[in-house]
T-cell receptor
Framework: GESVGLHLPTLSVQEGDNSIINCAYS??????FIWYKQESGKGPQFIID?????DKRQGQRVTVLLNKTVKHLSLQIAATQPGDSAVYFC???????????FGKGTTLSVSS | DAGVTQSPTHLIKTRGQQVTLRCSPK?????VSWYQQALGQGPQFIFQ???????QRGNFPDRFSGHQFPNYSSELNVNALLLGDSALYLC??????????????FGPGTRLTVT
């Protein structure tokens, strides 16, 4: 089936370091990709998104990179803070407003 | 501006029972999607409602059904509960009519435990 997956289940970094979380997707027809952050006991929170006609998009301390050639998505977090500790999911869909397909998530742990 | 709300927060049911979960979308949104998130997994799409009709459905059995009301709020019903139905049930809302707006806003979820 079509699915989005993440390369590493866990990532541990020191406060102040830059973090990179990776994701591979399989559906070449997907045209919208999103990164969500989920803290314990809460629903997923939108971080940043990117359309398939873009390679890079920047937000506040976060950057998403899309490589359509190898179907790879990454989330870069600059100057990682303890409050960034959470599970990060990438998600995709092929049509506006339709079902999101999520990967299994990467748990980011930030130590101070 | 009210975000997505869900009720109840937690729920414990026995195998074979039926459960109803509720969701109120973000103000101004007209579309509600439901997801099931098992422990340690990513959310899995159950179905989506728009204009009180099921618009899209994921790979879930007919025991899972839903409804959308004229005020856009929604219910998720699960019949004949199984132990494997224990999960966090998430509701996400969006505005389908807004061209190019893909973003879905998630609620805090309902934690269902089946014993």
């Amino acid at each position: 089936g079509e699915s989005v997956g993440l390369h590493l289940p866990t990532l541990s970094v020191q406060e102040g370091d830059n973090s990179i979380i990776n994701c591979a997707y399989s559906n070449s027809a997907s045209d919208y990709f999103i990164w969500y952050k989920q803290e314990s006991g809460k629903g997923p929170q939108f971080i940043i998104d990117i359309r398939s006609n873009m390679d890079k998009r920047q937000g506040q301390r976060v950057t998403v990179l899309l490589n359509k050639t190898v179907k790879h998505l990454s989330l870069q977090i600059a100057a990682t803070q303890p409050g960034d500790s959470a599970v990060y999911f990438c998600a995709e869909n092929t049509q506006a407003g339709t079902a999101l397909i999520f990967g299994k998530g990467t748990t980011l742990s930030v130590s101070s | 501006d009210a975000g997505v709300t869900q009720s109840p927060t937690h729920l414990i049911k026995t195998r074979g029972q039926q459960v109803t979960l509720r969701c109120s979308p973000k103000s101004g949104h007209d579309t509600v999607s439901w997801y099931q998130q098992a422990l340690g997994q990513g959310p899995q799409f159950i179905f989506q409602y728009y204009e009180e009709e099921e618009r899209q459905r994921g790979n879930f059995p007919d025991r899972f059904s839903g409804h959308q009301f004229p005020n856009y709020s929604s219910e998720l019903n699960v019949n004949a509960l199984l132990l494997g139905d224990s999960a966090l049930y998430l509701c996400a809302s969006s505005l389908l009519a807004l061209a190019g707006d893909y973003e879905q806003y998630f609620g805090p979820g309902t934690r269902l435990t089946v014993t």
